[in-house]
């Protein structure tokens, strides 16, 4: 009887195994909330370069970093190399846990080179914006980590004579978003 009885739970155990698909049965990643945050800065081509921002969990434990930066000679130092007139990086400051990826921005998986992210804005893109009215904005979303981050970049610039962006504004928000269960920007 006892065998009965074990082989019938054995039995059911294997068919709802089998029933359920994979993403039910894997664990999804819990990542901790972050303080919610919203700051703009104003980007200078001559003296306002590279703006550093640490994200922190809601317990006041700092959790990551946001890095932004327009290039300049000096600009790619290490392993920071990018192309692009204007680079966000977000990373852990746990670096283990990025798991390789230069930027939690990455926007590919097996990504095979660093600008492949959210975060590389090219001078067409911004040069197209420059003088227009305040309604008129690039805008990037990414969901990663528990995170809703937007990059809103408007009041773009021009040195016409030089070809060059001068200024813009870009405003990060970061928001809580328990619904985003990537390790990175790239789809699952």
């Known amino acids: 009887m006892q065998k009965r009885i074990l082989g019938r739970a054995v ?17 999804r990643p819990i990542w901790p909330e972050i303080r919610e945050k919203d700051v703009m800065f104003r980007f200078d081509s001559a003296t306002h370069k590279q703006y550093v921002l640490t994200i922190y969990r809601t317990d006041g434990g700092p959790l990551y970093v946001l ?3 327009i290039p300049w000679d000096e600009a790619h130092e290490g392993d920071y190399d990018y192309s692009g007139a204007f680079d ?3 990373y852990s400051l746990n670096r283990a846990s990025d798991n390789g990826y230069p930027s939690l921005l990455q926007n590919v998986r097996n990504a095979t080179s660093d600008w492949q992210t959210d975060g590389r804005f090219l001078y067409q893109e911004l040069a197209g914006l420059a003088g227009a009215c305040d309604s008129r904005a690039i805008v990037q979303r990414s969901r990663m980590r528990g995170m809703y981050v937007e990059i809103l970049i408007d009041k773009i610039v021009i040195d016409e004579k030089m070809k ?3 200024s813009f504004e870009v ?11 990537s390790d990175i920007a790239a789809k699952q």
């Open 171 to 181: 405003h990060f928000s970061f928001r809580n978003d328990p619904t985003a269960i």
């Open 164 to 166: 060059l962006i001068r």
């Open 11 to 27: 039995f059911l155990i294997c068919i709802l195994a089998w029933a359920c698909p994979d993403s039910a049965r894997a664990a």
């Open 88 to 90: 966000c990086r977000i």
């Open 67 to 69: 890095d932004a930066r």
